[in-house]
């Protein structure tokens, strides 16, 4: 695949820039932002976080999926992107410049170019950037307190063996709203499992956190045959979000949540720093999961 | 290479974050831009941009500096940067990102953050953002016109065979100072080689160019023996500027250019599309010369 005729064919799909912004073809793109930005970048491996089988659609919709999911893990509307293209001649990278930029424009996230190049190993590395809802702000990981609910949206597990890894749905509309609601305290997405993300929330915020494995909602994909929660809580790739709350919001935040994506309370943030579970019969000890990691496949 | 442990490493090389700004740690990073902001990606790949052989020092330096070129040749200051590392267990990740880091640091840019993973390849792209110096502008390459003059800094050619690929100085004061000087019409950085470049800069102006080869200043790496002029022009990875001025204008940029950097007029912008060179004769015909590859090496 030849650089120019690449960027051609991603030209063609990017219809115009918004007024005032350069986009594609330059040595950088140029906007103006409306204030506050935020800006994350996620990278797709080959072999790591899919197959040489996978079809290059996927890769490309995965990557951009996976990147935007940070930004809705910020509360954040997304603006633009750049992406970073290395791929090997026998991968139809306009196939997958195609479904990468459809899925940056189905949450209007606009492509404001990249850099491509060979390689003997594909690698997609997309950054996003967006900014806060007007009226709102943005939601770091470090603003929850011991004594926070911990919640998830929708259902956890299983997503590898599945295939749903490769279909991430960033959690815009929900993340934005909870931005703007008054007792959210910290919000993430959830790439590693929560066993692994949890603990990052609470340590970003100076606590530690207690799971209730019982009470992870569990998707559809686990196989409920065997060791169901070990798989909702260490499976990864759930792009699901986790949020603290105030633990006396909860009821309002059941009675308020406008979507149909589900919330449940899966824990709580403590004092005591490190990472804790409660069985059945209401023991704690020190959780004995561990997250997922891109080991190759 | 543990991903947490790199992280921690990264976070000890970054001493704090600006004012008001959010940086390793979260799910995207967060500041507030002072205006018009301009936003690059470069990335590099083991056996294209390097070989297993290069020190990870040599390409984390190079893949900041690569990048932050791209700032230069739009006239900005660099201010932060965010790095997507995929990095076989085999290759010091840690060696390489004090080196990227540092050289981000040389250049006032502020690392924000980015994303790691493991990989069979080592693949680092680096995403710099800037903005115009206060009271100055961007200089994109589209704003040059038929007539404008073509202007190279430093000198060209021989940068793959002497190594000097893997140390490109970007070039932010000349290209700050360019931006605030009121003849400079359009500019870009030199990586492709300036017979492949400099038709880009005219493309994205509407004109054609011709260029004198035998004007083009060579770089000391240059093989006299062996088409010295072939080299200047096509062996790529210069990072130097080039940059359209109105004609009438080099005398006082000659005279007032601040800095010890050369400058030497190397060609034209024209009406003609197309590329163009004009022999020691003054004889002018298409340009016989391709621009530098990406090729396996």
């Known amino acids: 695949m030849d650089e120019d005729r690449l960027i051609a064919h991603v030209r063609g799909l990017v219809h115009g ?9 330059d040595d ?27 079809p290059p659609e996927a890769v490309g919709r995965k ?3 996976a990147a935007l999911s940070d930004l809705a893990a910020m509360g954040a509307r997304p603006v633009g992107a750049v992406v970073s293209l290395h791929c090997p001649t026998h991968w ?9 930029i459809s899925e940056l424009n189905r949450h209007g996230c606009h492509c404001f170019g990249g850099d ?26 470090s603003g929850a307190q011991t004594g926070d609910l911990l919640v998830v949206t929708g259902s956890l597990g299983g997503s590898l063996h599945k295939g749903r890894h490769l279909c991430p749905e960033p959690r815009f509309p929900e993340g934005q709203w909870l931005a703007q609601w008054p007792a959210t ?5 959830l790439s590693d499992g929560l066993a692994a993300d949890a603990p990052k ?26 060791d169901p929660i070990r798989q909702a809580l260490c499976d990864g790739e759930d792009f699901e979000l986790l949020f ?27 004092e005591q720093s490190g990472s804790y579970v409660e069985d059945p019969y209401g023991r704690v000890a020190p959780s004995p999961f561990q997250g997922f990691s891109h080991r190759p496949r």
């Open 17 to 25: 820039d918004p007024a005032g912004s350069l986009g594609i073809g």
């Open 28 to 54: 950088a793109c140029v906007w103006t932002p409306g204030g506050a930005t935020c800006l994350s970048v996620d990278g797709l491996v080959e072999s790591r976080h899919f197959t040489k089988e996978t």
């Open 63 to 65: 990557a951009a999926a």
């Open 92 to 100: 139809d990278s306009m196939a997958l410049m195609d479904a990468l």
């Open 116 to 141: 491509s190049t060979g390689s003997d190993l594909l690698v997609v590395s997309v950054t996003v950037w967006g900014e806060a809802v007007e009226g709102s702000r943005l939601l770091s990981r």
């Open 185 to 189: 305290h910290a919000m993430m997405d």
């Open 201 to 226: 929330l609470a340590a970003a915020s100076g606590c530690g956190c207690l799971l209730l494995p019982g009470s992870v909602p569990r998707h559809p994909d686990v196989d409920e045959h065997n």
């Open 244 to 270: 603290a709350i105030e633990a006396a919001a909860w009821p309002s935040l059941q009675v308020e949540w406008p979507f149909d994506t589900a919330i449940h309370s899966v824990g709580w943030l403590i």
